[in-house]
């Protein structure tokens, strides 16, 4: 079963700082990742969807990468805002081919003001 | 364009009740999944509808869990006789996913919050 951790649990940062989210998989086989964000009392809303055979994908100020060989993805966010303050989830779909995802347990993101 | 809807929004129940959630997937959306989340346990799937497929229900974790989908759009997800450790927040996506080993991006429903008693 895919393992999938978040470091850190929860992150403040002043605002207009420049920070990375780490997300770590045990199983190599994977078929791609998702960054999500989640904010209190909603669903979640998809950033960025990252194939197996890519390395990164890149929307406005959000960075996501994927290192299979060393079972790792960042989402980098640059010049972090107060809107961004959520919680951060990364998933993962294995290679069954199925579409279910294993998510980790998040990141609380707060950017102070 | 509507997203992902789920009904109720909150849902509070007494132990050994049974519970129906709804989800309405976005409009052409083939594929819809549930998932729970839980205090202190993450995000975990439940089980996936892809077009008049058999359903993966891998992740139900017991025989009280069922779910349907109705005319490949709307899913009603049963939990017969609550237990509390049932109380979550269920959550609902559905993705364009063509076919089963297609992958696409999944949209979230805001969830229903069960809370057994």
């Known amino acids: 079963k895919q393992e999938v951790t978040q470091i850190p649990a929860a992150l403040s940062v002043p605002e207009g700082e420049n920070l990375v989210l780490n997300c770590s998989f045990t199983?190599?086989?994977?078929?791609?990742l998702q960054w999500f964000r989640q904010d209190p009392g909603k669903g979640l809303t998809s950033l960025l969807l990252?194939?197996?055979?890519?390395r990164e994908q890149t929307s406005g100020r959000l960075n996501a990468s994927l290192d299979k060989s060393s079972g790792r993805s960042t989402l980098y966010i640059a010049a972090s805002q107060p809107g961004d303050s959520a919680t951060y989830l990364c998933a993962f779909a294995d290679q069954t081919g199925a579409n279910n995802l294993f998510f980790g347990t998040g990141t609380r993101l707060t950017v102070i003001p | 364009g509507a997203g992902v809807s789920q009904s109720p929004s909150n849902k509070v129940t007494e132990k050994g009740k049974d519970v129906e959630l709804r989800c309405d997937p976005i409009?052409?959306?083939?594929?819809l999944y549930w998932y729970r989340q839980s205090l202190g346990q993450g995000l975990e799937f439940l089980i996936y509808?892809?077009?008049?497929?058999?359903?993966?229900k891998s992740g139900l974790p017991s025989d009280r869990f069922s779910a349907e989908r109705t005319g490949g759009s709307v899913s009603t997800l049963t939990i017969q006789r609550t237990q509390q450790e049932d109380s979550a927040v269920y959550l609902c996506?559905?993705?364009?996913?063509?076919?089963?080993?297609?992958?696409?991006?999944?949209?979230f429903g805001p969830g229903t919050r069960l809370t057994v008693l």
């Open positions: 199983d190599s086989a994977i078929y791609n």
């Open positions: 996506a559905s993705s364009l996913a063509l076919s089963s080993t297609s992958t696409d991006t999944q949209y």
């Open positions: 409009s052409g959306h083939t594929a």
């Open positions: 990252i194939q197996s055979s890519q």
């Open positions: 509808f892809q077009g008049n497929s058999a359903p993966d």
